[in-house]
């Protein structure tokens, strides 16, 4: 989408400049002592605009743009040659010849012609830089929905895992319980195997020990009693 932004702006600039150079071309036969200044003025909007137009063939075009740009290049040289012509009456002396051709003559057709070249290619532009960002704006919704695809997959994932574990940590603490009830009812061969890696298995372990203590000392005071 920038990258057609940027021609839009110096095909813009370019029309514009070809403009200056019709009224300059008055100014030429109008004042004869700045003819030497306003031909060099004529001449560097004229390197400006064949600059500009290096610059967007540098872009990588699209072939609609390059039968726009290929019937641009035949008014743009036209343009020229027409130009050129008509400054040549002036140096010439022949203003009256000069300012026919820039009011109704061949110059003005040539610079009519040019200003539609002009106008195809910023339409053109126009319309490839708003597809571009409308398929920009797609790519970007299509962008987000993957995202939020992905996040609800990943917690959907996260739920089910805690599920799994909650799950494991609520049987293991079962067990203990299990087990310290029955020790409690006089069950003193109750053990409790965890192997969870956590606190819950410490738990156990300690579970286990006070049983096997317990279980010694009734055993020594049952055999004392014997």
Known sequence: YVNHLQPIHDLGVADALAYQMRGD???????P???????QKIEEAIATINQDLVY???LGISPEEEAALAGFDVAWADY???????????DQGDEAAAITSLATGDL??????????????LQLNDEIASATHEQSD???LQSIGWLIGITVVGLVIALGFAFFIGRG????????TASAQALAAGDLSQRVEV???DEIETMAKAFNTMADRLQERVQAEEQAKA
Not at 108 to 121: C, D, E, I, P, Y
Request: no cysteine; net charge positive.
């Open 138 to 140: 797609a790519n970007r």
């Open 33 to 39: 002592e700045q003819r030497t200044t306003i031909r």
């Open 169 to 176: 940590i609520a049987r293991n603490i079962a067990r203990v």
């Open 195 to 197: 192997h969870s890696g």
């Open 108 to 121: 003005t057709a040539k610079r009519v012609a040019l200003s539609a070249a002009f106008g195809q290619l």
């Open 80 to 90: 020229q040659s027409a130009l050129a012509a008509t400054l040549k009456l002036v």
């Open 56 to 58: 967007y063939r540098g």
């Open 25 to 31: 071309s008055f100014k030429y036969i109008l004042v």
